[in-house]
């Protein structure tokens, strides 16, 4: 497998037709790794109405589109998806699969993996070539990071969460090939979509927000979860946490912040209740200033950020809730 020179492959999501971010970052991405194996970036888009998307592809750095543009492609389904996606890979053989950790590419990515019969390794927070050629794939554990590689099987797959790599720059000149996916595109019926709800967010976007103010199994009960919510109100900030608190049913696993949930960069991280673990602190990478409040000073949370106050939550929120009250008073009557 030394000299192949089979190609990067990775496949798009879309929501209404836009690609989502992490797709032009898959691309971004897989052009540095295609680069250092002497091959080239190709994308598996699959939707009805995507047709104008390939443009975008080839200027973040694809330079061939697999583009299954059908009614029967609407809506992301799990089999008429992988069976779509099989074929082709079977057919083109590319040394590797990218998918984002987006709720299709959850699923998706193993369903595919099963099939080819190959290894996946979910939630990357990076990817290189190696001296061998082969992928290596990186994802935080045990305290740091390890590094899986799948030497013996093809293609290496793996997922990444949006946000993970940056957006590339794009060159709008580029041009590539489209190549159509002809169907039919076969529903077998074992699943059938009923219904597709796209949930509006609740409050600040975490994606987005200047401010995120993130909380774990510390906050103790459902009670000390709503103080949390009024925080994060108070305080205008995207509301996150970790896996505890939704294991717990206090959050939603949309809000969970980490290795296999969101990556957030904010002007400012307030962590409460939670203990540091790399799995949520990966997510963070991007905070400039980051605070923590925790009830026990050795807390390796401390170590890894900026400002730490050592309190037990249940005393420290209402408290600075207070103060908030009394300094939007102050401003208003000013
Ligand atoms: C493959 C894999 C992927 C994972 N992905 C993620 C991920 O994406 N995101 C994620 O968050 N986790 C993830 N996890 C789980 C992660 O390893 C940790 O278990 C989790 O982040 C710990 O959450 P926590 O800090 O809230 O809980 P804990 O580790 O239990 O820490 C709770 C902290 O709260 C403090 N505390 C307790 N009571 C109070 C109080 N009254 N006031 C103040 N402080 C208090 C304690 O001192 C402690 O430090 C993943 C794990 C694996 C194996």
């Known amino acids: ?84 996606i099989v074929g082709l890979a079977e057919k083109h053989k590319p040394q590797i699969i990218l998918m984002g950790s987006t709720s299709m590419g959850r699923e998706l990515a193993p369903l595919v993996a099963a099939r080819l019969s190959t290894g996946l390794t979910a939630h990357c927070i990076d990817l290189n070539i190696n001296a061998d050629r082969v992928l290596e794939q990186i994802i935080p554990a045990y305290g740091g990071e390890i590094t899986i590689v799948c030497p013996e099987r093809r293609p290496q797959m793996a997922t990444v969460a949006q946000g993970v790599f940056p957006l590339p720059a794009l060159d709008e000149g580029c041009r590539g090939e489209v190549v159509s996916i002809d169907g039919p595109f076969v529903h077998t019926g074992r699943v059938e979509i009923l219904e597709v709800v796209i949930e509006a967010p609740e409050g600040i976007p975490l994606d987005t927000a200047t401010c995120v103010l993130a909380a774990g199994a510390g906050a103790g009960d459902l009670e000390g979860w709503k103080l949390i919510v009024e925080l994060s109100k108070a305080l205008s900030a995207g509301l996150g946490c970790t896996r505890p608190a939704v294991d717990e049913g206090w959050a939603e696993l949309e809000t969970m912040i980490g290795q296999s949930g969101k990556m957030v960069s904010p002007e400012t991280y307030l962590g409460i209740g939670l203990s540091g673990e790399q799995q949520h602190m990966v997510g963070i990478a991007g905070a ?29 929120v209402p408290v600075l809730l207070e103060k908030i009250r009394q300094y939007r008073e102050k401003q208003v009557s000013c």
């Open 1 to 84: 497998m030394k000299d192949d020179k089979s190609p990067v492959w990775v496949i798009a999501d879309q929501e209404s037709c836009n690609l989502l971010p992490v797709t032009p970052q898959l691309v971004g991405k897989s052009r540095k790794l295609a680069d250092d194996l002497g091959t080239t970036v190709e994308v598996v888009l699959l939707g009805d109405g995507v047709d104008t998307q390939p443009s975008n592809l080839f200027a973040s750095g694809a330079e061939r589109v697999f583009l299954g543009n059908d009614p029967a492609l609407a809506e992301y389904h799990p089999d008429v998806y992988t069976d779509v």
């Open 288 to 316: 400039k200033t980051m605070i923590a409040v925790n009830n026990d000073k050795k807390s390796p949370v401390f170590s890894q950020v900026d400002y730490g106050v050592v309190d037990d939550c249940r005393d420290f």
